[in-house]
């Protein structure tokens, strides 16, 4: 089944202490995405990467780290987390960024920075 | 830069109404995509629209975009259960990113 996993699915951490999350897709997709959805604020793009080794910054990258590696790999790595990115987490990818099938979206990783 | 702006923000409707949510962009469109979410879940793509007075359905649910691509809508006919949740538009970047974006989204409630 195509479909873009992510782990853990529900995380409660304290401030400080370094986590990842994991993106992982298997449609070989070029494209791929980190979202963070607030209350009111809707969807904003956190990093996002157009293939292997290619990532560059969305609107709100404060705090956040990503990687990509490997072609359905993408992690989401908070060095330093913070109350503030008590969040929940969306990774997406597409073929080459939205076309005919839109995205993909995982879904969800729900944070809580304590 | 572009924003997308949903309106209503939130919808409750009888069952077997009809109803119609709006996203409309600052910017020229160059794709306009619908997707619902139940609630804390991940987005499901619903249809995408590119074309000025582009129309497309999926079963009982509409989308247009509008001649100057700088607004659609999306529309339900006689509304279930089963349409509750939250849709969202999103859009292609301008020109020169790749940084899509998303409107805040409608909260759909129907009631049995």
């Known amino acids: 089944e195509a479909q873009v996993t992510q782990n853990p699915r529900y995380l409660i951490t304290v401030t400080g202490k370094k986590l990842t999350v994991t993106c992982s897709q298997n449609?070989?997709?070029?494209?791929m995405s980190w979202y963070r959805q607030d209350p009111g604020l809707g969807l904003r793009q956190i990093y996002y990467s157009m293939n292997v080794e290619a990532t560059d910054k969305g609107d709100v990258p404060e705090g956040y780290k990503v990687s990509r590696k490997e072609k359905r790999n993408f992690p989401l790595i908070l060095e330093s987390p913070s109350p503030n990115q008590t969040s929940l987490y969306f990774c997406?990818?597409?073929?080459f960024g939205g076309g005919d099938y839109g995205y993909t979206f995982g879904s969800g990783t729900r944070l809580t920075v304590v | 830069s572009q924003e997308l702006e949903q309106s209503p923000q939130s919808l409750i409707v009888q069952e077997g109404k009809n109803l119609t949510i709006n996203c409309t962009s600052s910017?020229?469109?160059?794709?306009l995509y619908w997707y619902k979410q139940k609630y804390g879940e991940g987005l499901i793509f619903l249809m995408m629209l590119q074309k000025g007075g582009e129309e497309k359905s999926h079963e009982k649910i509409t989308a247009k975009l509008d001649e100057k691509k700088q607004q659609s809508s999306l529309h339900i006919t006689a509304s279930q259960p089963s349409h509750a949740g939250i849709y969202l538009c999103g859009a292609d970047p301008t020109s020169g990113t790749y940084k899509y974006i998303f409107g805040t989204g409608t909260r759909l409630k129907v009631l049995a």
């Open positions: 910017k020229t469109l160059y794709g």
């Open positions: 449609m070989n997709h070029e494209y």
């Open positions: 997406a990818s597409s073929l």
